[in-house]
């Protein structure tokens, strides 16, 4: 299972951005996607995720202001950010869950991440 995400970049304080994620490989089944992000210095912690029926789940710094939803046909999860602060700044990295063909257990995926910087 592979994710790439896209959509990262530099953006002015009060900005939006988009970030997208697609699954590829041979997955059949999805629990949840999600978004986590790395500052410098700082441990990962979740940004946003979204389950297979669609329940979600945010961090209290970007509620209001951060939404994420998911294609489950296209096997993709985005990710849209707005009012961004400096304080955003991070490396923002896709995840899944799920279970691969051949499997019977679910495990976690990660992608290669991509930087989101705000500046003030």
């Known amino acids: 299972v592979q994710l790439q995400a896209s959509g990262g970049g530099l953006v002015q304080a009060g900005g939006s951005l988009r970030l997208s994620c697609a699954a590829s490989?041979?997955?059949?089944?999805?629990?949840?996607m999600g978004w986590y992000r790395q500052a410098p210095g700082k441990q990962r912690e979740l940004v946003a995720s979204?389950?297979?029926?669609?329940?979600?789940n945010y961090a209290d710094s970007v509620k209001g202001r951060y939404t994420i939803a998911r294609d489950n046909t296209k096997k993709m999860v985005y990710l849209q950010m707005n009012s961004l602060r400096p304080e955003d700044t991070a490396v923002y990295y896709c995840?899944?869950?799920?279970?691969?063909?051949?499997?019977?257990?679910?495990?976690?995926?990660w992608g290669q991440g991509t930087q989101v910087t705000v500046s003030s």
């Open positions: 995840n899944l869950r799920g279970t691969e063909y051949g499997s019977t257990f679910p495990a976690t995926y």
């Open positions: 490989g041979s997955i059949f089944a999805i629990n949840a």
């Open positions: 979204i389950t297979s029926g669609g329940s979600t």
